[in-house]
């Protein structure tokens, strides 16, 4: 059987922090996710629908303390976050409210809009409406 | 309106690698995912269900080039696909079959079964059952 890549689905995005408290505080605290698992030192993992955000502290992460395969990745990230109006115009307001800056809106080629912020590591956050990519399959 | 946190989902993965012909022949030419926007020496994005991959070279993508806010993380990152039996182990066997190793083989608490592989970059890519981490909302 060759498997399916059009089956394949996406169940954990990666970022990294240094700093795990101020990543909480953001991600739970401000965008409201729920925290699914906590090792204080070395992550906080956070549900996002289906899916799960997980971030990392990037020096623990890449000594191994069990058969998790290590990682850790230094320097900015990127991940993107979709939301459909109205909630995409509430998230604005909201991150704003929270006196976070809006680095960067883009309206892009399908149409979609997406603004960029930056979490408390730096690492490069978008929140985006769902047909970015185009037709959702 | 207070934003639902409970409605985002995750559109955007990312990860770096410093050979994105290598990353490709990895992500579409084994995997089979379709490749939906090249920019060669600096990213490669590929669909996955929903959402997108987005392979990045970490030097290129630290530069401005347009209103896009730059980034670009160094070492290892992690991500996680969703398949479902008998996709699980269909992939399993694929991979092996491309004579990639599998680093790891890891049965969770909450039953759901994962593997793990290197990316040609290095990077941690995980494939897992997708009750990994719990009742699916």
Same mark, same amino acid.
């Given at each position: 059987?060759?498997?399916?890549?059009?089956?394949?689905?996406?169940?954990?995005?990666?970022?990294?922090?240094?700093?795990?408290?101020?990543?909480?505080?953001?991600?739970?605290?401000?965008?409201?996710?729920?925290?699914?698992?906590?090792?204080?030192?070395?992550?906080?993992?956070?549900?996002?629908?289906?899916?799960?955000?997980?971030?990392?502290?990037?020096?623990?992460?890449?000594?191994?303390?069990?058969?998790?395969?290590?990682?850790?990745?230094?320097?900015?990230?990127?991940?993107?976050?979709?939301?459909?109006?109205?909630?995409?115009?509430?998230?604005?307001?909201?991150?704003? !409210?929270?006196?976070?800056?809006?680095?960067?809106?883009?309206?892009?080629?399908?149409?979609?809009?997406?603004?960029?912020?930056?979490?408390?590591?730096?690492?490069?956050?978008?929140?985006?409406?769902?047909?970015?990519? !185009?037709?959702?399959?």
């Amino acid at each position: 059987m060759r498997p399916d890549p059009t089956a394949l689905t996406i169940l954990e995005t990666s970022l990294y922090a240094g700093d795990l408290a101020a990543a909480e505080a953001f991600y739970a605290g401000v965008l409201g996710l729920e925290v699914v698992l906590r090792k204080p030192g070395r992550h906080v993992f956070f549900r996002v629908g289906r899916a799960m955000l997980l971030v990392f502290d990037p020096t623990a992460t890449a000594e191994a303390v069990d058969e998790v395969p290590t990682h850790g990745a230094k320097g900015p990230g990127h991940m993107c976050f979709a939301a459909a109006e109205p909630e995409f115009s509430a998230w604005k307001r909201h991150l704003e !409210g929270h006196g976070i800056p809006i680095e960067a809106e883009i309206t892009w080629p399908t149409g979609a809009r997406s603004f960029y912020l930056r979490d408390p590591a730096g690492n490069s956050v978008e929140f985006a409406e769902p047909h970015l990519w !185009g037709a959702q399959p």
